[in-house]
Every structure is written in structure tokens, then in C-alpha cells.
């Protein structure tokens, strides 16, 4: 499993990614400065990587029924 350093940091980066309100690239930036584990870099490069995004957050107050 992940150490609880690690738990946390992967709490912190999903706050970054998701609940900031910045832009996926201002996000990732961000996360490059403030981090540098292993686990980390490997997520960044994922998310970099990906030709077809990430998921988004959506508020399930905003769906229409």
C-alpha cells in the first residue's frame, strides 16, 4: 500500500486537480513545483500524456433530471 505521506499527498494533488477552479495545464504546474514523490510524477505523466483527458469533478447538483 501507500505510506500516509503519500495518502496525503495524492488528497492534496486531487484538491489541486479538481477543487482549485484553475486550468488542467495551471493545475499540473503547480503540482510540479509542490511535489516530487515517485507516485507523484508518475500521475503527472499520466495526466500529460493522455490524449484524451482526465476526468472532471461535476457538481451532481448541476445535472438536469
Request: glycine fraction near 4%; proline fraction near 0%; aromatic fraction near 12%.
Amino acid at each position: 500500500g501507500f505510506s500516509k505521506e503519500t495518502i496525503k499527498e495524492i488528497r492534496d494533488v486531487y484538491k489541486i486537480l479538481y477543487l482549485s477552479g484553475d486550468t488542467k495545464a495551471v493545475s499540473v504546474k503547480k503540482i510540479k513545483e509542490k511535489f516530487h514523490s515517485e507516485e507523484i510524477k508518475y500521475l503527472i505523466s499520466f495526466i500529460e500524456s493522455s490524449k484524451r483527458g482526465i476526468s472532471t469533478v461535476r457538481n451532481i447538483y448541476e445535472r438536469e433530471f
